[in-house]
Every structure is written in C-alpha cells, then in structure tokens.
C-alpha cells in the first residue's frame, strides 16, 4: 500500500528574522495544511531549506512535525544528503520519532554513478524499517537517477517503495513505469504534471503549490481518481499560471513570498537563497490574484 495517495505538501519551513526556526508558525501551517485537506506532510525536503539546516534543527523539525500531525495525515521526512552516512543518520533517527515514511534524494554535488547510486540508497533503506520513496530532481543534484536503477532498487530493496520524479522529463517517466509496472509508486514532483503523471499510474504529488492551495492541489488528484479525469484536467490548467509563478525563480523563493504576501508570515530565506526580485514578485501578485488567494 502507498505512503499516501492524492496531493502531499512539501511544506515550507517558517524562520524568525534570526533565522532560527518559528516552531509556532509552523505549528500553524501545519493545522492549515491538514484542515484545508492535504493528504500528507513532506517536512525537510527542498522547499522546507533542509540543506540549510543543522542536522540538530532538521531532526528537531521531523520529532515536532511527527507530534503535532500525530498521525492524522501520513509524515514523510526527508533525510537524504550527498553522504551516505549522514543519510542514515537521518534516517535512522527520523525513523525513531514515528514518521510513516523517508523521502531520499538523489545525493547532489558529487554526481554519483548508476553503480553507486544504487549502493548508496540500498545501505540506507537497510538501515530502517521504514517505507522509502526516492526524489530525483537531476536540475538540482546533477545527477539522474535511470529508470533500470530505480526497477533494480524496488525490486531488490523490499522497503524502496516509490519515486518522486521530477526530472520533467515524460519521455523517461514513461519508459519508468513501462518497466516497473505495477513495483513502485509514482509521484510527480513538478505541479504542472500532476495529471500526465497521474495518467501512467501516479499515486500523487509532493507539492509546492499545496503550500498556498491545498484543497486545489488535492482536488486535482482526487477527481483524477474519481473518474472525473477532464475536471481534474481543467484544473491541471487552471493552475498552471500560479504553477509558473511559483516557479520563476529557484524554489522555495517565490512560495515563500506567496505566503507573505497572503499574510502567513513565514519569515526570510536561509541564505544563499535571496529575496525575489521585482518583476517577479509582480507575475506572483498576478497570478495568486488570478487564481483567488489574493
């Protein structure tokens, strides 16, 4: 069975002015979250600054996202790192504070071959007990992860359940699930393709734009499941203006500001993220206007 089915939020993390994590206003999205209808809370992945985090504020933002969601909606914690012993650390300790599941990125920087990707997920999902989806976002890590290697991962490590592909490429998300059939459970992880990915099988999305319209994002998923597949298409489309905002520059810059400027106060970006320039936050005024958040 999935980790979750529909729309789940990669949700942002709050800071005061300091820098220092808003564990109140997290606390806050968190309910907003779970009360506007997302189906599950991906806490420490890219949207929510991890690599900009101690390991000591990253492990005390899963245990308190862990306690307060208290099973109400899945948690899945992203632990991944470009050292494969940092991730099992993470992942080890994530698992201790009753996540439902850990959310792997492909290690950035050092451009690891197929060969050691693969090594280098198998030694962490063997070091827990818990569900593991992969994150492949080759635009960020430089490097992608082959569709045979994640085949070879699902079928081979009983506890690799799923990928989030964000890759944008169709082409290999197609050739993906053309061999691993019915083995892994397929994520979007670009907004604007949640229903072509939907339509190869996709259990969901890790969602961005769930962090300012939840209850759309999940409606998308959830018609799509529902049968009613050109109402989930139509608002595939309506969105896609908001999706292109959010997008204009390097995530999470512009949903932070998003959020502030729909008044939810989620404070600065952990440098070397930088404040959105201008004319983009215009194009986010007019698209979060056009789409009736603001």
């Given amino acids: ?25 997290f606390e806050e999205l968190l309910e907003e979250q779970i009360a506007g209808g997302t189906d599950a809370i991906i806490v420490c992945g890219t949207t929510g600054e991890a690599s900009t985090l101690t390991h000591e504020e990253h492990l005390d933002l899963i245990r308190f996202c862990a306690e307060k969601v208290h099973g109400r909606v899945p948690v899945v914690a992203g632990t991944g790192s470009n050292c494969t012993k940092t991730a099992v650390y993470l992942s080890t300790e994530a698992e201790k504070y009753g996540v439902d599941g850990l959310l792997l990125v492909t290690p950035y920087y050092n451009k690891a071959t197929q060969k050691g990707l693969f090594e280098h997920f198998k030694q962490v999902a063997d070091a827990v007990k818990l569900p593991v989806i992969l994150y492949n976002v080759p635009g960020r890590t430089g490097c992608n ?14 506890n690799i359940v799923g990928i989030k592909e ?15 059939g019915n083995k892994i459970d397929l994520y979007s992880g670009n907004d604007d393709q949640v229903v072509p990915l939907l339509s190869l099988g996709g259990k969901g999305v890790i969602s961005v734009a769930s962090n300012v319209a939840p209850r759309q994002m999940h409606d998308i998923c ?43 106060n989620v404070g ?22 056009n789409y009736g958040l603001l």
Wanted: proline residues 6%; contains cysteine; aromatic residues 6%.
């Fill in 222 to 264: 959830q018609k799509f499941f529902d049968g009613d597949v050109e109402g989930s298409m139509k608002e595939q489309l309506r969105a896609i203006e908001l999706c292109d905002a959010l997008f204009c520059e390097v995530n999470p810059i512009p949903v932070k500001t998003a959020m502030n400027l729909m008044g939810k």
């Fill in 145 to 158: 992860i082959q569709p045979e290697t994640v085949v070879k991962l699902c079928t081979q490590v009983s």
């Fill in 166 to 180: 964000a890759s944008g490429n169709l082409s290999q998300v197609v050739r993906l699930m053309a061999l691993a």
């Fill in 1 to 25: 069975m999935a980790i979750f089915k529909g729309a789940g939020v990669a949700i942002v993390t709050p800071f005061h002015e300091d820098g220092s994590t808003n564990y109140e206003k």
């Fill in 268 to 289: 600065p970006l952990h440098m070397p993220l930088s404040e959105m320039e201008p004319k983009n936050v215009e194009k986010l005024k007019n698209a979060l206007h």
